[in-house]
């Protein structure tokens, strides 16, 4: 069974740094596109930052230049970098996972941050 889990969510100042991981278990194949995405409270879940196999990346314009996706593909791992953070950015944030038309989810972790 695919499974997601994702940790490094927190409380953080206004202008600090958070670093989620999210590790795939469970699959014999190597996941082509992970992404994450987040939900604020009232919002709809969004898409903040994607990385395709290859290197592809794609990110929310509020996050660009602050915000850095990266993966290790040997072990199904991907990382998100959030720098510079800004009250806006508190949600729960979703690590999600797809391949061959296949879509797995991680069970959030919380980003708050204060101003």
């Known amino acids: 069974q695919v499974q997601l889990v994702e940790s490094g969510g927190g409380l953080v100042q206004a202008g600090g740094s958070l670093g989620l991981s999210c590790v795939a278990s469970?699959?014999?194949?190597?996941?082509?596109?992970f992404a994450w995405f987040r939900q604020a409270p009232g919002a709809q879940r969004e898409l903040v930052a994607q990385i395709v196999t290859g290197g592809s990346e794609y990110y929310l314009d509020s996050v660009k230049g602050r915000f850095t996706i990266s993966r290790d593909i040997a072990k199904n791992t991907v990382f998100l970098q959030m720098n510079s953070l800004k009250a806006e950015d508190t949600a729960v944030y979703y690590c999600?996972?797809?391949?061959?038309?296949?879509?797995?989810w991680g069970q959030g972790t919380q980003v708050t941050v204060a101003s």
């Open positions: 469970g699959m014999t194949f190597t996941i082509d596109v």
């Open positions: 999600h996972a797809s391949k061959w038309g296949h879509e797995f």
